[in-house]
């Protein structure tokens, strides 16, 4: 009943941009946490960045100053804006956001991932 569905990966040159985006679907209530992980090659998943509700916001430390996240409510969206990429930013970015929906307690949703890749 919930889909939550990213774009805007891709291959992008050292130093270069990427703003991706995920948007969620459903019959939805609320949506609480949303947040950013990446899992690069032969790697486990971690958290890249979050943002609650009211916009508070949190980054992994290498990120820091270098990606924003950020939310649209009214549209279910979240983004993820990386500026200055490197190579060690290559990875699978998935799209997490914890949702309510009727009957239910709140539940942590995934997007299917996308790809970005970085080339020195």
């Known amino acids: 009943q919930v889909e939550l569905v990213e774009s805007g990966g891709g291959l992008v040159q050292a130093g270069g941009s990427v703003r991706l985006s995920c948007a969620a679907s459903?019959?939805?209530?609320?949506?609480?946490?949303m947040g950013w992980y990446r899992q690069p090659p032969g790697k486990q998943r971690v958290l890249v960045a979050s943002i609650t509700s009211d916009g508070a916001t949190n980054y992994e430390d290498s990120v820091k100053g270098r990606f924003t996240i950020s939310r649209d409510n009214a549209k279910k969206m979240v983004y993820l804006q990386m500026n200055n990429l490197e190579p060690e930013d290559t990875a699978v970015y998935y799209c997490?956001?914890?949702?309510?929906?009727?009957?239910?307690?709140?539940?942590?949703?995934w997007g299917q991932g996308t790809h970005v890749t970085v080339s020195s």
């Open positions: 997490n956001a914890e949702i309510t929906i009727p009957y239910r307690r709140t539940t942590g949703y």
């Open positions: 459903g019959n939805i209530l609320r949506i609480n946490d």
